[in-house]
């Protein structure tokens, strides 16, 4: 197996070593700050010990939470993951029950509760309508007329596949950060526009020469497991798109053939053919011959 100088970021032991330990604080607040509101600046955070959030180990491996106080001294939670495909909106609204209930105090409570804000990072682009696709999606809750009902709970999704600006179009420091999550992989030096010290730390933390035999052997294992699984959904999509072919020339067939009745009916119209003749002839409905003399 060919290893890429800098870790691949959307492998389980990439993400958490990039952003999951004590060592990399400075990382995950840079890079948070980028996304969170003005009020919302992270000053302090704490890692939550992440294992009770689900019962599978492989969950566990992508997803965090993460105790913040802001610059003003307020408190919220973020709760960090790699997002999966399948079902990942549902998962997304599954995980983001945990920091929430987990507020929940005994005896005599009000119910009031921390700001709670839910980042996922995605390695694939989800199934929507090209033109309504979007880097980022920032979502809370609104009511009928777009009024934000409920402003302690908010989703941001980064859809990284569709993040195509190149270095020279790089215009603040959240879209540095961008590029360097989408390329790290492919990186060989520190590109220029990112030689600056929070960038620098993350490609020294991601490194892979400088793992332990343990790591390494981790990080190995990691990339498997994500080979393995992007290939299986790699195939399922080419085999929906082949589907989808067939099933555009089945349609594109039959609508060929009707076209072509049509025309066959309208020139027998014009003969002075009777409808039931016509539409023994061309197969079609009577009313769609009528609707030809019009």
Request: glycine content about 4%; hydrophobic content about 40%; aromatic content about 12%.
């Given at each position: ?175 540095k950060w961008a590029y360097f ?27 892979v020469a400088k793992f332990t ?82």
């Open positions: 197996m060919t290893v890429s100088k800098y870790v691949n970021p959307y492998t389980d032991f990439g993400f958490k070593k990039l952003f999951g330990e004590e060592a990399c604080k400075d990382l995950l607040i840079d890079f948070l700050n980028q996304l969170l509101p003005d009020n919302h600046q992270i000053k302090e955070l704490s890692f939550k010990n992440p294992e009770n959030v689900s019962d599978s180990v492989e969950e566990r491996k992508a997803v965090f939470d993460i105790f913040c106080e802001s610059t003003t001294g307020e408190k919220f939670i973020v709760e960090m993951q790699k997002a999966k495909m399948q079902f990942f909106k549902d998962r997304s609204l599954f995980y983001s029950t945990f920091p929430i209930k987990e507020q929940a105090k005994k005896g005599v409570w009000d119910f009031k509760l921390l700001p709670v804000y839910l980042i996922a990072i995605l390695d694939f682009k989800y199934d929507e309508r090209e033109d309504a696709r979007k880097f980022r999606r920032d979502v809370c809750l609104k009511d009928q007329d777009g009024d934000v009902f409920y402003d302690k709970l908010h989703f941001k999704f980064l859809q990284m596949p569709l993040f195509d600006k190149q270095e020279h179009e790089l215009a603040c420091h959240f879209e999550l989408k390329h790290l992989e492919d990186f060989e030096h520190i590109p220029s526009i990112l030689n600056e010290p929070i960038f620098q730390h993350g490609f020294e933390v991601a490194e035999s343990e790591q390494y052997d981790a990080y190995l294992k990691s990339i498997a497991e994500y080979s393995e699984a992007k290939a299986t959904l790699d195939t399922a999509f080419l085999d929906g798109e082949k589907q989808g072919l067939e099933k555009g020339k089945a349609e594109g067939k039959i609508e060929g053939e009707k076209a072509k009745a049509i025309d066959v009916a309208k020139t027998m119209l014009t003969k002075g053919f009777d409808v039931d003749t016509i539409a023994e002839i061309t197969q079609l409905q009577a009313t769609e011959i009528e609707a030809l003399k019009e």
